[in-house]
């Protein structure tokens, strides 16, 4: 019971930490939104990123690194495709990760090249990344099957990618 309660509070904290910065992204963007040359300047930025490296299928392709895909790509994609407004390939970014990449454990293996993941390591930054993205992409879009994805995702980070030290809870690389 103990141990259910100590996992439901780091759960809880990392929400916390997810949801206070997925706030202020929201506050950025809608509640205090750029001047408007500024809000239009970022939108034609982030789909010229999402037109040049983003396939079809929605794997974020790395050009100048050989053609491969890595997580933090993905995570990238997302949080620019929010930034751009575009659904279908924030969809399609996240199925793909989720398809390529999506470990037993929920989080994400890193590395992915010629039709197969060649190292399954997790990164936490990554993961961190497209959890913060997909609860920004279903605040965007009203999809709150995005946000479970998160928490899901939340939890599998807390699980695997946590240590406690000095009596705190502190977020491991990899």
């Not at 930034?83 to 390529?100: L, P, Q």
């Amino acid at each position: 019971m103990a141990g259910s309660r100590r996992r439901a509070a780091r759960v809880v904290g990392l929400l916390a930490a997810l949801v206070l910065v997925a706030a202020v992204s929201f506050l950025v963007f809608h509640r205090f939104p750029a001047e408007p040359p500024r809000e239009a300047k970022a939108r034609e930025r982030a789909t010229e990123f999402l037109d040049r490296y983003v396939a079809a299928d929605g794997r974020v392709v790395r050009l100048d690194q050989g053609g491969d895909t890595v997580s933090e790509g993905q995570g990238y994609g997302m949080l620019l495709a929010v930034v751009a407004g575009d659904e279908d390939r924030f969809e399609a970014i996240w199925s793909w990760a989720r398809d390529e990449l999506q470990r037993a454990d929920g989080l994400l293996a890193w590395h992915w090249q010629d039709g197969a993941v060649v190292d399954d390591m997790p990164a936490s930054d990554a993961d961190l990344e497209v959890a913060w993205a997909l609860l920004l992409g279903a605040e965007r879009f009203d999809r709150p099957e995005w946000r479970e994805d998160a928490l899901q995702l939340g939890d599998a980070i807390l699980d695997s990618m946590t240590v406690r030290t000095q009596g705190r809870l502190v977020l491991a690389a990899g």
